[in-house]
């Protein structure tokens, strides 16, 4: 079974300032999709950002970036000029292209924006 | 992307009792995904509910305990069956989208309590 770990359960950042949060993942496919959760207080779980791991070039979207390693499977997020509304809890989620369409999340890692 | 609402938002409900929780699409979608989410815990996996099979259940679930129904394409039942104050959590719906990873879009979740 595919594991997902998050080792970092809290993050800090000032606002303007740039944070990564790291995931890790254990799986023996060659291809699947990597994804980038976030979930507000609201709890609305809302998808920042998705890399297919056929793919080299790393994603992004507007000021969230990918560092992506297939051979050290790492995935980690990179959250430019930090905002306040970026305070959120992030998971990390892996969904194999043959295991099924279902998500495997890692434990999540909250983030803090400070002013 | 897709709209996905859920009822009841919220409910605080007495052990040995039943709830049934909705999710609605705004688009025909053919996977749909029943998600729990423990106070303070990442997103597991419940069942997955395709229109027109029986729903499949990951371990530690059973279809006694969650029923699920899936009448058509926009539309899905949970229910949690004879509840115990264990069951209090998030519970959470979500679609996948046709495409290239079949990116998962989630309901706004039902917030569970039971006494």
């Known amino acids: 079974a595919q594991t997902v770990t998050q080792s970092q359960p809290e993050m800090s950042v000032q606002e303007a300032e740039t944070v990564t949060l790291s995931c890790t993942y254990d799986?023996?496919?060659?291809?699947?999709?990597l994804f980038w959760y976030k979930q507000p207080p609201s709890r609305q779980m809302i998808l920042v950002i998705r890399?297919?791991?056929?793919?080299?070039q790393n994603a992004t979207e507007n000021r969230f970036s990918v560092n992506f390693q297939k051979a050290a499977k790492s995935f980690s997020l990179k959250i430019s000029d930090s905002q306040l509304g970026d305070a959120a809890m992030y998971f990390c989620?892996?969904?194999?292209?043959?295991?099924?369409?279902?998500?495997?999340f890692g434990k999540g890692t909250s983030l803090l924006v400070t002013p | 992307s897709a709209v996905i609402s859920q009822k009841p938002s919220r409910d605080i409900c007495q052990r040995g009792t039943s709830l049934t929780i909705q999710c609605q699409v705004d688009?025909?979608?053919?996977?749909m995904f029943w998600y729990r989410q423990q106070p303070g815990q990442s997103l597991t996996l419940i069942a997955t509910?395709?229109?027109?099979?029986?729903?499949?259940?990951e371990s530690g679930f059973v279809i006694d305990k969650f029923p699920i129904s899936r009448p058509n394409l926009t539309f899905s039942t949970l229910t949690v069956s004879n509840m115990s104050p264990e069951d209090s959590s998030i519970y959470l719906c979500?679609?996948?989208?046709?495409?290239?990873?079949?990116?998962?879009?989630f309901g706004p979740g039902t917030r569970l309590t039971v006494t």
């Open positions: 979500s679609v996948a989208l046709q495409g290239s990873s079949y990116e998962q879009y």
């Open positions: 799986t023996s496919e060659s291809d699947y999709y």
């Open positions: 890399q297919e791991a056929y793919k080299q």
């Open positions: 989620a892996y969904r194999g292209r043959n295991s099924g369409y279902a998500l495997n």
């Open positions: 688009s025909q979608v053919t996977m």
């Open positions: 509910a395709n229109q027109g099979s029986e729903a499949t259940y």
